[in-house]
């Protein structure tokens, strides 16, 4: 897709990566494909349980689409797609069982799908820059994580983030590990 065309939702010059990341709702027919090669990847496959074939793919993410509680994003670096990002809020999901969930309060689900940028440093910035995105919404005073519990490195990086554990729970896909990000502290840490 030409750079020209992109219609980013949020945009943000990380300086300690030195790159542009941005944040792009999902096309399902330009995605497609995309998403469809990362949820096969052996380093996704584990955590999402989504390894289908094309046309299971195609109905999953019309399905996902379609869902109003949430928002599905690609994220870029530097306009090159590497991540696929589910923002959503937490009192109409399934999560909502299990705390007291706020109606504004907002969760993050997400993948590094393309293996050359992993190992790289690139998920905390990304991170950081996906909860700036979602605490552009004034009313949002918390963003909520279930990692996969058995996702160590993925749990560190939203711990660096800001992050804090709160308790495991279980979820129909998962054993996950609840963690809260705190507006206030966020901002503290960060400072934008």
Request: glycine letters at 4%.
């Amino acid at each position: 897709m030409p750079v020209s065309t992109i219609n980013y939702s949020y945009e943000k010059f990380d300086s300690t990566i030195n790159k542009t990341i941005a944040f792009r709702p999902v096309v399902l027919e330009e995605d497609l494909h995309l998403i469809h090669n990362w949820m096969n990847q052996s380093h996704v496959i584990p955590f999402w349980n989504l390894a289908f074939d094309l046309e299971r793919m195609r109905q999953h993410l019309q399905t996902a689409l379609a869902d109003q509680h949430q928002t599905l994003y690609i994220g870029c670096l530097d306009n090159q797609p590497i991540s696929y990002w589910e923002s959503y809020w937490t009192i109409d999901d399934i999560v909502a069982r299990h705390y007291p969930a706020d109606t504004t309060d907002q969760g993050i689900h997400l993948l590094i799908g393309e293996p050359a940028f992993l190992g790289k440093g690139y998920a905390l910035p990304l991170l950081r820059a996906m909860t700036f995105f979602q605490l552009q919404n004034a009313a949002t005073q918390k963003i909520i994580a279930e990692p996969d519990i058995r996702n160590k490195k993925m749990i560190h990086v939203f711990e660096k983030c800001g992050f804090q554990f709160q308790k495991e729970i279980e979820l129909p896909d998962k054993r996950g590990a609840l963690m809260f990000c705190d507006r206030q502290l966020f901002m503290q840490r960060w400072k934008a």
